[in-house]
């Protein structure tokens, strides 16, 4: 069973740069959530998304946005890239939506923004 | 507004001795608790849940304990052994409201093990 991978692993841009980050799922999980952790703190929610719907958002500004793919696997896009942008993105998997499905995750993109 | 409060920024405990990490939580619609552990460069694995209808769960050496009527969880790791020296995330996920499907993570504590 193939766990949740991520893609690039490390990735320099400079601000007001545009970004794209995949996830793919493992397998049998029809749920993706982003997170984004900056230094020293937990990761903070993005977004969920469930069978290509976005299921949920946190407190991230529009120029955040998400896709999600008939086979499940997901992408992050980030406009105008921000120095606070700079952190370390996660992406997690889950077998469905509701708030009892364990998510587990993937290596994580770090991403920073110069 | 911090939902999931770890206090402890660090804790240290040698090898063979209980490690007991806490988290506090303030949404009472919280309703499923998780602990990850987190290496450095990696993503967070995870290593033991608990539903809010019990009170405690046991998986090897780890056992995730929760007092709802104080809103508190402790995970207690018995022996401790150096591998496990991480940060450890407490995490919480609601069964409505805005918090619902996703999970609010607490700071972590950075769990040292000496031999």
């Known amino acids: 069973e193939t766990g949740v991978t991520q893609s690039p692993t490390h990735l320099i841009k400079t601000r007001g740069q545009q970004v794209t980050l995949r996830c793919s799922s493992q397998?049998?999980?029809?749920?993706v959530s982003w997170y984004q952790q900056a230094l020293g703190q937990g990761p903070q929610f993005i977004f969920q998304?469930?069978?290509?719907?976005?299921?949920g958002r946190g407190n991230f500004p529009p120029r955040f946005s998400g896709l999600q793919f008939p086979n499940y696997s997901s992408e992050l896009n980030v406009n105008a890239l921000e120095l606070d942008d700079s952190a370390l993105y996660l992406c997690a998997s889950s077998p469905s939506s509701g708030s009892t499905d364990t998510q587990y995750f993937g290596p994580g993109t770090r991403l920073t923004v110069l | 507004d911090q939902q999931v409060k770890q206090n402890s920024p660090s804790l240290s405990v040698q090898e063979g001795r209980i490690s007991i990490l806490n988290c506090d939580y303030t949404n009472s619609m919280f309703d499923y608790f998780l602990w990850y552990k987190k290496y450095p460069a990696e993503g967070p694995t995870f290593l033991i849940s608990i539903s809010s209808i019990k009170d405690k769960n046991e998986d090897g050496r780890f056992t995730v304990f929760l007092n709802k009527s104080a809103k508190h969880l402790s995970l207690h790791i018995v022996p401790s052994q150096p591998g496990d020296s991480a940060v450890y995330f407490c995490?919480?996920?609601?069964?409505?409201?805005?918090?619902?499907?996703?999970?609010?993570f607490g700071q972590g504590t950075i769990l040292t093990v000496h031999p």
């Open positions: 998304y469930y069978r290509e719907e976005e299921n």
């Open positions: 995490a919480a996920s609601a069964f409505g409201g805005t918090s619902y499907g996703k999970l609010t």
């Open positions: 397998s049998g999980h029809n749920t």
